[in-house]
Each structure stands twice: as C-alpha cells, then as structure tokens.
C-alpha cells in the first residue's frame, strides 16, 4: 500500500463532489436506520393503520433529513 493511494482517496473526499456523496451516504444510511425502526414498530404488530403508514413514511423521510444534517452540524463543529 503506498502513500499515494491513500492521499489520492483523501484528496477525493475532500473536494466538493467527494462531500456531496459522503453526504449521500450519510442520509443513506440515517434512512435505513429509521427504517429499520419502522419495521420493528410494525414487528410488533402496530403501526398498520394507512394514516399512521404515511405519517411514518413522511418522518422517515424528514427525520433522516435532519439527523443527516445534525451529523454534519456536530462534525464541522468538533472537526
């Protein structure tokens, strides 16, 4: 492994493209978490009635929004 690879990969990171897809992925993986706690909602047999599917939907979608940029918030800070 040489140094040059690793410096090759940071400086990718780094850019402003580089962000935009750790960005992505960071609402990524935030939504798959929040929906995983949706599934376990429904895993114990509640959360099914339709308008209660679309406000969980909807706070999914919403709730990965701001969590993503709560992360981002909290890391600018401390970096």
């Known amino acids: 492994h040489s140094g040059g690879s690793f410096e090759f990969v940071q ?3 780094g850019s402003w493209f ?3 897809i750790l960005l992505g992925f960071t ?3 935030v939504h798959h ?3 995983g706690l949706r599934h376990l909602v429904w895993d114990t047999g509640r959360g099914f009635d339709l308008k209660l599917i679309e406000v969980m ?3 999914t979608l919403i709730g990965s ?3 993503t940029l709560l992360i981002w918030i ?3 800070a401390v970096r």
């Open 27 to 29: 609402w990524a993986l």
């Open 74 to 76: 909290v890391a600018y």
């Open 18 to 20: 580089g962000r935009i």
């Open 33 to 35: 978490a929040l929906g």
């Open 65 to 67: 929004g701001v969590l």
């Open 57 to 59: 939907a909807k706070g």
């Open 11 to 13: 400086s990718f990171i």
